[in-house]
Nanobody, 124 residues
Framework: QLQLVESGGGLVQPGGSLRLSCVAA????????VAWFRQAPGKEREGVSC????????NYVDSVKGRFIISRDNAKNTIYLQMNSLKPEDTAVYYC?????????????????WGQGTQVTVSS
């Protein structure tokens, strides 16, 4: 069974940084494109960033461009989301998801394996 495990969430003050990690267990991460989604209380889940299996192609939702950086280390089977200049509106549960091919669109149906999520809270 494919499995993704996120970590790195927590409480941070506005303007601070966090780095989320997504470890692929029981499958080879380099064969899959990966995306980060988030869901804030009372809101629909939205795509945040995605990366191709090679890492050469990436995309970001407008609200995080210039602040978040997605990357991957296929040797470690891990995908990262570096989040800088965090804002209260970034507060959400963050999920990583894997799919068989890369797309720059954030369609949830393109991803067939999901992690359990990690909470990010930005508050003073």
């Amino acid at each position: 069974q494919l499995q993704l495990v996120e970590s790195g969430g927590g409480l941070v003050q506005p303007g601070g940084s966090l780095r989320l990690s997504c470890v692929a267990a029981k499958f080879i991460a380099k064969d899959y494109a990966v995306a980060w989604f988030r869901q804030a209380p009372g809101k629909e889940r939205e795509g945040v960033s995605c990366i191709s299996n090679s890492g050469k192609s990436t995309n970001y939702v407008d609200s995080v461009k210039g602040r978040f950086i997605i990357s991957r280390d296929n040797a470690k089977n891990t995908i990262y989301l570096q989040m800088n200049s965090l804002k209260p509106e970034d507060t959400a549960v963050y999920y990583c998801a894997a799919g068989p091919y890369y797309t720059s669109y954030f369609y949830e149906d393109d991803y067939d394996t999901w992690g359990q999520g990690t909470q990010v809270t930005v508050s003073s």
